[in-house]
């Protein structure tokens, strides 16, 4: 990496002070960066677009020229999760700020910590499942359905509110037709 970057080993090391300090600042800003992208992505969108902004997203980074980024950023996160004591504040941080912006884009009837966890995981199982078999398709269509189940529910108000227990699983009973 140093001599990529046109210096030393050793004034790396000084910089960021151990190899945890480097790769703690590389998911920072890969981190960022693919927050910035999705920000941006939302913000350029037409409010008429019915797109949801996770699917927007899912096809962006799933992209063949956007895929090694988000690759890297996996197996970094993977090599964190094996030493969490040199990357726990890290880590809390970037599932934190995933779920900020995760709450920004949702609509006022979904604005769930939870679902927004749920979204969240739902990606990243189908990123890692794309990384995994190349299978862009079914995971995108797998996406679709995802996303026509939580706004079916949601229209339903199925969905309970933070705390609200109604019914088998905290969901509201059906309502009869």
Not at 27 to 46: F, I
Not at 88 to 110: F, H, R, T
Request: aromatic share 6%.
């Amino acid at each position: 990496m140093a001599a990529e970057l046109g210096t030393s080993a050793r004034i790396l090391m000084f910089h960021f002070k151990s190899k945890e300090g480097l790769l703690q600042e590389l998911m920072g800003e890969l981190n960022l960066r693919l927050r910035l992208s999705l920000e941006a992505m939302v913000k350029s969108a037409p409010r008429s677009l019915s797109v949801a902004p996770l699917k927007r997203f899912w096809l962006w980074a799933s992209a063949e020229e956007n895929l090694p980024l988000l690759r890297l950023l996996y197996e970094v996160q993977i090599i964190a999760l094996q030493n969490p004591a040199a990357y726990a504040v890290y880590l809390k941080k970037a599932s934190s700020d995933w779920q900020k912006i995760a709450l920004q884009l949702m609509s006022e009837s979904l604005k769930r910590p939870t679902l927004a966890t749920l979204c969240i995981a739902v990606f990243d199982g189908l990123m890692l499942e794309l990384m995994a078999t190349g299978e862009r398709a079914r995971l995108t269509q797998a996406l679709d359905d995802f996303i026509r189940l939580v706004r079916r529910t949601a229209a339903t108000r199925e969905i309970p509110t933070t705390g609200e227990r109604k019914g088998v699983a905290g969901l509201k009973p059906r309502r009869r037709r």
